[in-house]
């Protein structure tokens, strides 16, 4: 299982090339031959890169849904909305296409950030407000989240 480490600060140029940091591109190494998938969040205006194999893995799940119920087919037309593969060129960059940068408000300042298996990238003023906003809320959120401790066998706190 992919475990990526991490949080960057990142340049975009006009054409929407960004620099992986050597860091996190050695974490990629292991799966960056295959390429990757990216989109838009769902929960927030940020993009989201998946390694080939976890999207893979995510697509499964989601061709499991039952295509005839309405819902679903909505869920997936959005879900899938905007979804480009994309490599890492032999400089260690990634092109996000036009679209998706303006769909995250991207302009030259990023934060590339691991979320376990995937990465999120996100324009800077974004990512360190939706950091602030959660701040007040965090300990809340993780008690609720992971507060059952008694439930996990190897007790994380």
């Known amino acids: 299982m992919l475990n990526l480490i991490g949080t960057y600060n990142c340049k975009a140029d ?7 940091p050597s860091d996190l591109k050695k974490q990629l190494a292991p799966v960056a031959a295959s390429g990757f998938v990216i989109k838009r969040a769902v929960f927030q205006s940020c993009l989201e890169l ?10 499964q799940k989601v061709s499991a849904l ?33 679209d998706l940068m303006a769909f995250a408000g991207i302009e030259k300042e990023i934060v590339v950030s691991s979320a376990i298996n995937i990465v999120e990238i996100w324009d800077k003023e974004k990512y360190e407000k939706a950091i602030d906003d959660a701040a007040d809320d965090f ?5 609720e989240v992971m507060g059952g401790a008694n439930e996990i066998e190897d007790g994380i706190s």
């Open 50 to 59: 998946y390694p080939m194999e976890e999207w893979q893995k995510l697509m």
């Open 66 to 98: 039952n295509r005839f119920s309405r819902k679903n087919n909505d869920f997936i037309r959005r879900f899938t909305a905007g979804v480009r593969t994309v490599e890492m060129d032999a400089a260690g960059r990634l092109n996000i296409p036009r």
């Open 139 to 143: 300990a809340d959120l993780a008690e």
């Open 14 to 20: 006009t054409k929407g090339r960004v620099m992986i």
